[in-house]
């Protein structure tokens, strides 16, 4: 036999709890016999060091000696036998071991695979006079299975499994014991002697079950220890010569248990314990958790039974869960059906969510609720400042799972919520769609909560011999009470499933807008090419007979000027006047229906060379004004058609000049990426990491009421003949060959104090 110190090589601290290799103990529990052996030829490689107490070997007598030293051929045959068949289904076995004095000795076998591919066999003896026969089980199995079917919510039935278990099995105390998300566990169901103190409805920390442990009960279903205070039993060799590593005792029923937990059950003043596994979905969900005041041995039929329970607990555990909160989560199922009628008959959900203002709130029982559409923000009952919205968001949107973030203690995890705790210490965010700016989120106020604790939940901390913080179980149980502050009330989850199906309600009406939509723009395509080829056609036909209608006219004039008097003479100038401007007319609709139909010619252009080529033209053909034209330095390079961008610059900077009554005529050229200091408006395009041109003068303005129309075909904003005349079509080219290149343009303008376009060449986000 071995000390408890022979386990763990290095003191427990708070830096390594969690990676305590409690799965390679290099021991076990005596009150079995634990061995290694060959597939091949049953040679046993590892032994317990407990063999000579149990069966007067030697572990060294034992050692690379054949089972056939220990079993009779029929039970050899039944162990080979096993090793091709589902283990869990044969253990255990009904073993004859031989001991050194050549009595026969009756064992349960069990016999499993290790997660190192080693092959176990362990030994627990037998005892002839169990309580229960087959046919008692199947009859417990029968009423306990009615039982569980009669349970009406997870209270009931996690009662009932604790008051079945210590009927069958005896132990002093018997609890059910539910893990929280966070890890910290509370006791929801007992059952145990009179005099004893009641834990129920007491909460665990985290730390009181490490992760590997926990780890170990999800793969382990049953574990017992049935004298607290045993002496482990060593592995002779200490590893094993198949791995030259410790063997992995993760499924082993004897296998030692940490030196942390055995302390932690004598500070209970514990005798013997057993522990169930309750899964849900393959998780750790719980544990059924036996104590008793001393030492007590299970024998495997009951231990059997006893996991048969947990198992069917398992299974029910997702029904029952499901029954919890019945009437909330019927009535979330009316909101929600009203919130799918409302907003699929609306073409705006935003407006449907903040005229249903208490529903979204009551959707999940909060205080408060922020809609975020773009950067336009709709506060709903009590919430925090709309400038702590847009910081909030800024730190969600990188931790958004599943486009879902919810907590119930924000000021924990994001410091600045301590500001406005009394309005939102508890949130969940989901964002609706990842290209734009649209969120919703809820609010719950801070609850300060009272938490009963079995004990002081932090683990006690002492110093060694050579200077180290080490831990030590906690040596108090009794109830330890706890005030929770920065929390709310915490978010169930039939609440989150709520909000994740209305953002599938919302997301899926969307798309089916965006399909409609994407349908009427393929239709309106195919109009505005039917109706650029009937223009082309008609302007084109048009232009023959105009022609011979001016020229008529001209005839007329050259040969019978004479002939009519003043009047007549001008008619027919008036005539020819209105024939050149309808030709005109139909060069600028001719135009604009072949940018519509002529492929681009992209090629990289250096815009510097572009814009001075078109400034030197203006500075000759407009000699007569005074000019101030301004041309930024370094146009990036642009991959565009060269006449088609030649053609905005000059449209634009026609423009400046034309309408413009300064003495001194400004114009600047330039570009930008980014918002530029000057501008009053947010554009989306200010967002975006691209190049924005711009062609800013200081001219008459335009009106705002105008800013809209001033791009429509034929449309002027003064008389025919004021500002030079001219067609109206110029802004209507301009903006097709923008759009032609993917980009947009738009205005900024005060009127008398000039006007500033921006343009780009690139649709948002690409280069």
Known sequence: MISIDYIVDQPITLTNCDREPIHIPNAIQPHGIFLIFNEEDLQISQ???????????????????????????????????????????????????????????????????????????????????????????????????????????LSTLS?????????????????????????????????????????????????????QAKELYRLNKLRLIPDINYQPAALIPNLSPLTQTSPDLSFSVLRSVSPLHIEYLQNMKLGASMSISLLKNHQLWGLIACHHQTAKYIYYHIRTFCELVGQLMSIELKNKEETENLTDKIHLKNLLSDFVENISESENFVEVLTQNQENLLHLVKASGAAIISHDLVMLLGKTPSENQIHELLDWVIPRLQNNIYYTDCLPKVYPNAEQFKELASGVIVISITKLQRNFIIWFRPEVMQTV????????????????????????????????????????????LEAVIELRSVIVGIILKKADELALINEQLQDLNNELDAFAYIASHDLKEPLRGIHNYANFLLEDYRHQLDADGVNKLDTLMQLTTRMENLINALLHFSRLSRAELNRTNIN?????????????????EFNLNIQIAQNFPVVKADRVLVEEIYTNLMSNAIKYNEQPEKQIEIGWIIGKPKWSLIDHPCFQQNIPIFYVKDNGIGIREKHLDTIFRIFKRLHGQNQYGGGTGAGLTIVKKIVERHGGQIWIESKLKAGTTFYFTLVKENEQ
């Open 47 to 153: 032994i317990s060091d407990n063999t000579e107490l149990i069966l007067g070997y030697s572990p060294h007598e034992l050692l690379n000696q054949s089972l056939n030293k220990l079993f009779n051929a029929e039970d050899i045959n039944s162990i080979i036998q096993c090793l091709a068949r589902d283990f869990e289904a044969i253990n255990p076995l009904n073993l004859k071991v031989l001991n050194s004095q050549q009595q026969i000795i009756p064992f349960y076998g069990i016999v499993h695979r290790s997660l190192d591919n080693l092959l176990i066999l362990e030994l627990e003896p037998c005892n002839g006079d169990e309580p229960y026969d087959f046919f008692r089980f199947y009859q417990l199995t029968r009423q306990l299975l009615t039982k569980i079917q009669n349970a009406d919510n």
């Open 159 to 211: 009662q009932l499994i604790a008051e079945e278990i210590r009927e069958v099995t005896g132990f002093d105390r018997v609890m059910i014991y539910r893990f929280d998300e966070d890890g910290t566990g509370e006791v929801i169901a007992e059952t145990k002697r009179d005099d004893l103190t009641p834990f129920l409805g007491l909460h665990y920390p985290d730390s009181d079950i490490p992760k």
């Open 452 to 495: 009963n604790w079995g004990g002081e939940p932090d683990k006690q901390k002492n110093i060694d011999e050579d200077g180290n913080l080490t831990l030590s179980p906690r040596k108090s149980f009794e109830k330890w009470q706890e005030i929770v502050k920065l929390k709310s009330l915490p978010w169930q989850k039939y609440e």
């Open 607 to 623: 815009l510097n060379d572009l814009v001075n080529n078109v400034f030197n033209i203006f500075k000759i053909s407009q000699s």
